[in-house]
């Protein structure tokens, strides 16, 4: 049985378009890529990439079948999340590595190389994230810090951005950062081992939060990697959801902070932000007006 270096695992919903350029970007022509780096001697990485369809209903499961037959795909009869799906990928991985991957991510060929090189030479990582950016090459915020109480008041209250939301490093070298978005996550299998998997309870949202807090307590590293670039069409692939995915992200926050904490945090920055306007319209520029 041959070797597998990389576990490619995509959770996708009603997502063809997206899944198909997704794919694309793979450029999936055998079961192996040939990946040549500048400097470097030529480099094999075999990859397997795993699909797991909750229940689409726009031909992407026929999508598959028919143009990627060397996808495995998964094809679920409901919608079981994003946790709970990308858990079965990974339980049938044979990889080294397992790459989490959405759906709307476009990939180069060349950072999937250069994040499993980077896991093999820092064997302190216990995960790594690419540098996200947008279609017109922008940095994508990507990176959070923990989400806390202090951080809220921090960023809602006193104006320091990145203590609450989403901030990108501003680094050039890998770092090591609380936690990063899911859109593209690497994780050792050792890692998966030691922690074990994704927490079921969150159906979509805080999976990523609490996985990479898992991870911290258990003493790995996460690492952001300003040098490796995957292009991300944020928020695409939950569009046509609707009022969905705020229903979940509300549900996910009670299970991650509790419920008391949830609604003390969430009226800390509905506050704030309240502040923020007051503030702005009677001193503009930090000027008080006449």
Not at 38 to 58: G, R, Y
Request: glycine content about 6%; proline content about 3%; hydrophobic content about 40%.
């Amino acid at each position: 049985m041959m070797k597998i270096d990389l576990s490619i695992i995509v959770v996708s919903y009603n997502t063809q378009k997206l899944l198909k350029q997704c794919l694309k970007s793979l450029k999936l022509k055998a079961k192996s890529l040939k990946l040549k780096m500048k400097n470097e001697k030529c480099q094999m990485l075999n990859l397997e990439v795993i699909v797991v369809d909750n229940n689409s209903t726009d031909g992407s499961k026929k999508m598959i079948n028919d143009q990627w037959p060397m996808v495995k795909l998964i094809a679920n009869n409901k919608n079981l999340g994003f946790a709970k799906a990308s858990n079965q990928g990974i339980k049938i991985a044979r990889g080294k590595y397992i790459l989490l991957l959405n759906s709307d991510t476009i990939v180069k060929r060349r950072a999937l190389l250069e994040l499993v090189n980077f896991a093999e030479k820092e064997k302190r990582a216990g995960g790594a994230a690419p540098r996200l950016l947008n279609t017109d090459g922008s940095i994508q915020a990507s990176c959070f810090r923990f989400p806390s109480l202090r951080g809220a008041i921090k960023e809602f209250w006193l104006g320091n951005k990145g203590s609450f939301s989403k901030y990108f490093p501003n680094t050039s070298k890998p770092t090591v950062v609380d936690a990063a978005v899911g859109a593209t996550l690497l994780l050792p299998q050792k890692t998966i081992k030691k922690i074990g998997l994704l927490d079921e309870r969150y159906f979509m949202y805080f999976e990523d939060f609490d996985y990479c807090l898992r991870m911290k307590k258990e003493g790995l590293k996460l690492y952001y990697l300003p040098e490796v670039s995957i292009i991300h069409l944020h928020g695409a692939s939950s569009k046509k959801i609707k009022s969905k995915p705020n229903q979940w992200l509300v549900e996910s926050s009670k299970i991650y902070h509790g419920l008391f904490k949830h609604y003390l945090i969430n009226a800390i920055i509905w506050s704030g932000q309240k502040w923020q306007k007051v503030k702005n319209k009677f001193c503009p520029g930090g000027r008080i007006t006449k």
